[in-house]
DNA sequence: CAGATTTACTTAATATTTCAAGTATATCTG
DNA sequence: CAGATATACTTGAAATATTAAGTAAATCTG
């Protein structure tokens, strides 16, 4: 990645309006943003396929209905708030519903739209095997950061996720 | 992800040692670095897929490839470099293979191993297609970032990088 | 208010990734 | 140096994710 990232490489370019390569901070950052969006789910996975049964993915879906109100949420809203199309989204909730965590609901307001609701036996699972998870992120993502270190983080990431789409910014953000 | 990561939540759990809940930066930050990993990849690929045929992880091999001498790595050490397993290194250079980007050599030294070799044609299709690459990236993550912004959050991620797998952490130092 | 468009999803087909073996070579151990 | 173990991959199958197409209900438009 380093090749064509930044510029100790490639004086010459196929177009001639040569564009700004990065720096070494820039490379670094980069090099560290893909490493982790490659292996941070991953890593944090192991623990929590080997309790719960659960990817990241499915965890955050009921996560996210955990904290809704009536435990309820329409399925494009569940789709925003956990960063997927609502396909992925259909997929994932239909192996939820079959493990009983989750059942789906006609939406009374409007007749194309579906309530994914987390049941009783999906809330307890979550408590279940919530605390160990956050063991695991905290192990992994925190406990080498200094308090400032993760606020700083935070907005920085902030402002890159901001821009990857805008729309979705809202989200971290309550 | 509110619930079952910070502490407004369930007084009681499963287990009675109570992990420590995330606090307000700390969710924030996870919440980012959720997104981020589920997000960006796709944001960056649709452009790198439309112009040159190729994921961001595929571009990634190449560059990986691109800055090794003579243009070859042993496959383990790509898998190294392109953060991946053995298997899903292999899959994608048979592809990569089929578009006569990449070939494979055998080693000299060990007979159990293979070198992947970045060929003329591959590093052309590099060249061409890396500077819109770089100013889409520059654009999603760098243009809303201070040098400051970029120097403390590599430094963090790095920190969390080290965490996920410490055996990786050289691969972004150099 | 009829036809066209948009929204909210689902589903089937395809592509990608991971998992579990399998093969071949190299190294280590008694 | 023979047998055991470890390393370096590859491959086929299973799981997961993306894409494209389809359905049905709501809304918009003339």
Chains 1, 2 share one sequence.
């Not at 090099?31 to 049964?53: C, H, I, M, S, W």
């Not at 708030?81 to 997929?91: A, D, Q």
């Not at 049941?119 to 992120?137: F, I, S």
Request: glycine fraction near 6%.
């Amino acid at each position: 990645m380093s090749a064509f990232l930044d510029e100790a490489v490639s004086p010459e370019s196929a177009m001639d309006d040569e564009p700004r390569w990065l720096d070494a901070d820039e490379r670094r950052l980069w090099l560290r943003l893909v490493g982790l969006t490659t292996l941070l789910p991953g890593a944090l996975e192991v623990q929590l396929k080997r309790d719960a049964g659960l990817s990241l993915f499915e965890y955050h879906v009921l996560a996210m209905l955990s904290e809704a109100d009536g435990h309820a949420r329409l399925m494009s809203d569940l789709a925003f708030w956990s960063n997927s199309s609502l396909s992925r989204l259909s997929h994932v909730v239909k192996r939820l519903e079959s493990q009983g965590w989750v059942r789906r609901e006609a939406c009374l307001e409007d007749g194309r739209a579906t309530n994914a609701v987390l049941t009783a036996k999906g809330a307890a699972h979550l408590e279940q095997h919530a605390p160990a998870h956050v063991d695991e992120v905290r192990r992994i993502v925190f406990d080498g950061l200094s308090p400032d270190e993760v606020r700083t983080a935070g907005e920085v990431l902030g402002k890159i996720f901001e821009r990857v789409d805008p729309a979705r910014l809202r989200q971290t953000e309550s």
